[in-house]
């Protein structure tokens, strides 16, 4: 695949994310009490040959795109910057017995779902841990954000595993 297409690609995946997230998912609630940051796919579901920093950029990109269309002075940059930060070591600690295929891609169908949901759920609760403590500014009702981030972890990586099951493939292309 040539390069170019590759950046065409992922500019075409945050605009969707992006796109997604701000007109269709940012206005669903469950329960009045979660949220689904279902944006953070973008990053999650990068290609595992990524280089640290092109992922650290992305992760700061999506969460400034975020920050700017709700209004939410860097609480999503920061938390995004975090969850691309930690990904490289999650995938290195879940790395298979065998290492990475060339070809392999954070996919439910080629990982498993156990290493998928492991992936999603440390990813996914990191960040969100990270958010809604940075969003209320301190630990004074630590019961109330917690349940906050309990239910809004559930609510995204059900969107996140849903995404999966539906928009990528079941088998490896062979180029």
Same mark, same amino acid.
């Given at each position: 695949?040539?390069?170019?297409?590759?950046?065409?690609?992922q500019?075409? @995946?945050?605009?969707? *994310?992006?796109?997604?997230?701000?007109?269709?998912?940012?206005?669903?609630?469950?329960?009045?009490?979660?949220?689904?940051?279902?944006?953070?796919?973008?990053?999650?579901f990068?290609?595992?040959?990524?280089?640290?920093?092109?992922?650290?950029?992305?992760?700061?990109?999506?969460?400034?795109?975020?920050?700017i269309s709700?209004?939410?002075?860097?609480?999503?940059?920061?938390?995004?910057?975090?969850?691309?930060?930690?990904?490289?070591?999650?995938?290195?600690?879940?790395?298979p017995?065998?290492?990475?295929?060339?070809?392999?891609?954070?996919?439910?169908?080629?990982?498993?779902?156990?290493?998928?949901?492991v *992936?999603?759920?440390?990813?996914?609760?990191?960040?969100?841990?990270?958010?809604?403590?940075?969003?209320?500014?301190?630990? @004074?009702?630590?019961?109330?954000?917690?349940?906050?981030?309990?239910?809004?972890?559930?609510?995204?990586?059900?969107?996140?595993?849903?995404?999966?099951?539906?928009?990528f493939?079941?088998? @490896?292309? @062979?180029e």
């Open positions: 695949m040539s390069g170019l297409w590759i950046i065409v690609r500019v075409l @995946r945050f605009g969707l *994310y992006a796109g997604v997230q701000v007109l269709l998912v940012g206005q669903l609630s469950l329960f009045g009490l979660g949220w689904c940051l279902q944006y953070l796919g973008f990053v999650l990068l290609p595992l040959r990524t280089p640290v920093a092109v992922q650290l950029l992305l992760g700061f990109g999506m969460g400034l795109a975020m920050d709700y209004d939410t002075g860097g609480l999503h940059a920061a938390a995004g910057v975090l969850l691309a930060y930690l990904r490289p070591w999650v995938l290195r600690l879940l790395t017995r065998d290492g990475y295929d060339a070809q392999d891609s954070v996919n439910v169908h080629q990982m498993g779902y156990q290493w998928f949901l *992936y999603l759920l440390l990813l996914v609760s990191a960040h969100h841990l990270a958010y809604f403590f940075l969003e209320l500014g301190s630990f @004074r009702h630590p019961l109330q954000t917690l349940s906050r981030v309990g239910v809004s972890i559930l609510f995204t990586s059900t969107a996140l595993l849903i995404v999966q099951l539906l928009f493939p079941v088998r @490896r292309g @062979r």
